[in-house]
Structures are given as C-alpha cells and as structure tokens.
C-alpha cells in the first residue's frame, strides 16, 4: 500500500509562508504525478497544484498561481508546496496525492489515487 505523509502545516499570519512536504516511503515517487489538494471547512476539495512524472511540469489553480511553487526533491523522494503570501482564504487541510499522471484546468490527478492524511494551515492573525 502506497503511503503519502504530508507535514508542514501550522498557524501563520496573513501574508507569512510556509512549506509543506509530501513524502513517501518504500516506493519512489518521481515515478508519480504528485497533486496538492485542500479542502477548507463547508468546502468541496480543490486541487491547488500538481507536478508531473515525466516531464516536471506543474500546474496551479488560478487562486495560488503566482505565489505558490510545487516542486520535487527524487534525492529526498519528497515534493514540497511552497506557499507565500499566504491568505485567510488558503485555511484548509493540505492534502498530497500520487497517481500515474496529472493535468491542470482544474488541477486533478488521473488513473488509481493515493492520498495522504493531511495537515493543516491556518492563515490568521
């Protein structure tokens, strides 16, 4: 069973960073389309970003593009979402998930679906 930790969560002030990690263990995930999902309270989960497995490219919702960066660590087999300027409105649980390929427009991962657990960001002051 393909297992997905993220980490990284926390409290932090509007327009503070934080960087969240997706990693896994006894598998590889570069082999994987990585996404970045979240969902708020009352919410329906939305797919905040993804990185492809083949080429690297990634792909972000309109409400993060510009201040949020996914990318790959194969030596640390970890993705990582760095999110800066962070917003009220980007409280929500962070969710990491793994599958064969992703695409954007909206952000989705296709074909059989790992996730992980999650962890939560809160943007407040």
């Known amino acids: 069973q393909l297992q997905l930790v993220e980490s990284g969560g926390g409290l932090v002030q509007p327009g503070g960073s934080l960087r969240l990690s997706c990693a896994a263990s006894?598998?590889?995930?570069?082999?994987?389309?990585i996404g970045w999902f979240r969902q708020a309270p009352g919410k329906e989960r939305e797919g905040v970003s993804c990185?492809?497995?083949?080429?690297?490219?990634?792909y972000y919702a309109d409400s993060v593009k510009g201040r949020f960066t996914i990318s790959r660590d194969n030596a640390k087999n970890t993705v990582y979402l760095q999110m800066n300027s962070l917003k009220p409105e980007d409280t929500a649980v962070y969710y990491c998930?793994?599958?064969?390929?992703?695409?954007?427009?909206?952000?989705?991962?296709?074909?059989?679906?790992?996730w992980g657990k999650g962890t939560l960001v809160t943007v407040s002051s």
């Open positions: 006894e598998f590889t995930l570069d082999y994987y389309g």
């Open positions: 990185i492809s497995s083949s080429d690297g490219m990634t």
């Open positions: 998930a793994a599958g064969p390929y992703c695409s954007g427009y909206p952000v989705t991962i296709h074909g059989m679906t790992y």
